[in-house]
């Protein structure tokens, strides 16, 4: 089995969110179950500073306003290879993977993911040099949605899956720029990529894969309804009727293990929390926070309306004055942090912000906190309650996506709905009454840190759902081939919208 894993973050080279995780994450996991999964990403400055050597197996031309690039080969830490599409133009830029370091997208977005989206479907169609192609073509969120498209357009004979780990980032660039992407006319239709006059990479993905995933199960039956499906719930709703749609969950990688964590001041495991202790600790002199006994709640997010961190605006007060502290780390949109930051001066002391994205002391505030404040308004997946749970810190989330599947309400954490400061108090009330119960507490922390999220699970899931795909392309191959062949007619967006 041989897979193109497309993505546009890799936690070992450049990350801004959960992406970068499953990258580094899940093909590592699948080449342990003897899967030849590869990765393509773009060469970022920061990726080419990471990786060397790189060898330059592909010149390429470039289509319509896609400029020529080259696709380098070179390999990841526990042997995963790793092909570089090279387009100095496009990459070799200041900033993080989508945007400038004044956090603005770039404008050439739709030209830079296309070309890393043609440069997965020339792989697919067979470059010389390289002397491999993929049974499996996997692309992830919009970024490469446009690569399934190309490999359907071109009629290549690779299977599709297009993995939505957000379906509120859609990859959306005005009709106009299509030809200069090589998108075929026709394709821009309802029965294609078109949205709102807009083509869309993410329904690119959607539409032309084979089979479409997604970061759990209830976030899969979510995408199917209007609040939460983005607009693209009829299709997607079609999709899931044909079988077509499966819910996986993520898992968290072998860095999140508190007994070998080089970022915590102390080891510790299910058996001796005292390390958890002296975290804590750390956490309160480094966010300035008073000496205390009471629970202290952690956050750490991306600042995005997304993750609800109004509603702990809301809510602090209260937290606070049933003595509990909160330690918050995070960046993004400059006005979550604009209210944080009024926030930590308003219950100076209690509540501590530190703005930026800091992996050690991500590491270290999960590990010190006693629950983990979740009240995100959506959530495909969600990795820091997982990540939460195994440090023995109790989550408290909003019941919704991934995290309604992945924390057992009142055994391994707290769950409330529907996402409002009212509900995140009441359940920060349970939080409250099992600190208070020293019994309660020891035993939820256990089976939280008990829970298994190794990506070998995952990993299996999706090795399965690439054989299945194989399979089904094999023997509708053969069929081709002695048959008279009947082009696949496809439900229309219309029909099911
Ligand atoms: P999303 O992908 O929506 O941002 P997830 O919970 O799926 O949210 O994944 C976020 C990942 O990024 C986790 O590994 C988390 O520990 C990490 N993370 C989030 N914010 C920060 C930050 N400010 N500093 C360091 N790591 C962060």
């Not at 080891?267 to 600790?281: P, R, S, V, W, Y």
């Amino acid at each position: 089995m041989s897979v193109l894993f497309v993505t546009s973050e890799h936690a070992e080279l450049l990350k801004s969110g959960g992406l970068g995780d499953i990258s580094a994450a899940l093909p590592r996991a699948l080449r342990e179950t003897g899967c030849d999964i590869r990765i393509l990403m773009p060469a970022y400055p920061s990726v080419l500073a990471k990786v060397r050597p790189i060898t330059i197996v592909a010149h390429r031309k470039g289509r319509g306003a896609i400029p020529p690039y080259l696709i380098g080969a070179t390999e990841l830490s526990g042997g995963v290879p790793l092909y570089l599409v090279l387009a100095p133009t496009l990459f070799q830029r200041d900033g993080a993977a989508y945007g400038g370091p004044d956090g603005r997208d770039h404008a050439d977005n739709d030209l830079r993911f296309a070309c890393l989206s043609l440069a997965a479907a020339e792989i697919c169609a067979g470059l010389p040099r390289l002397g491999w192609r993929p049974d499996i073509l996997h692309a992830h969120d919009w970024v490469s949605g446009l690569a399934p498209a190309y490999a359907r357009w071109w009629k290549l004979p690779v299977r599709s899956v297009m993995t939505i780990h957000n379906i509120a980032h859609q990859g959306l660039f005005p009709y106009h720029r299509m030809p200069d992407l090589d998108v075929p006319p026709e394709a821009f239709s309802l029965d294609g990529l078109e949205f709102h006059l807009h083509g869309s990479f993410l329904k690119a993905g959607i539409y032309y894969s084979d089979h479409l995933t997604t970061v759990s199960p209830t976030y899969a039956e979510e995408i199917t309804t209007e609040p939460l499906g983005g607009g693209l719930h009829g299709l997607i709703g079609g999709i899931a009727a044909a079988g077509r749609l499966t819910g996986i969950p993520n898992g968290i990688g072998e860095e999140w293990n508190p007994a070998r964590d080089p970022y915590l001041p102390a080891a510790f495991d299910a058996g001796n929390l005292d390390g958890k202790a002296e975290a804590a600790e750390v956490i309160r002199t480094a966010l300035c926070l008073d000496p205390a006994e009471g629970p202290l709640f952690g956050v750490v997010s991306r600042l995005v309306h997304q993750k609800g961190l109004d509603l702990v605006a809301e809510a602090a007060a209260e937290i606070v004055a049933r003595g509990g502290q909160i330690a918050i780390l995070g960046t993004g949109d400059p006005q979550v942090e604009a209210m944080l930051l009024d926030l930590s001066r308003r219950h100076r002391g209690k509540v501590g912000l530190m703005v930026g994205f800091n992996e050690p002391m991500a590491h270290r505030i999960i590990a010190a906190s006693d629950f983990f404040l979740m009240p995100s308004r959506f959530e495909p997946c969600g990795l820091t309650q997982m990540q939460a749970q195994r440090y023995g810190t109790l989550p408290i989330a909003h019941r919704t996506g991934g995290l309604a599947d992945t924390i057992e309400d009142g055994e391994t954490g707290f769950l409330f709905a529907p996402a409002d400061a009212g509900e995140l108090i009441g359940a920060a009330e349970r939080a409250f009454a099992v600190f208070a119960d020293k019994d309660r507490l020891a035993a939820m922390r256990r089976a939280a840190m008990a829970k298994d999220f190794a990506w070998s699970g995952p990993a299996k899931a999706y090795k399965a759902l690439y054989a299945r795909l194989a399979d089904d392309g094999s023997s509708r191959s053969a069929r081709s081939r002695s048959l008279t062949v009947v082009p696949k007619t496809r439900t229309p967006a219309s029909k099911v919208a």
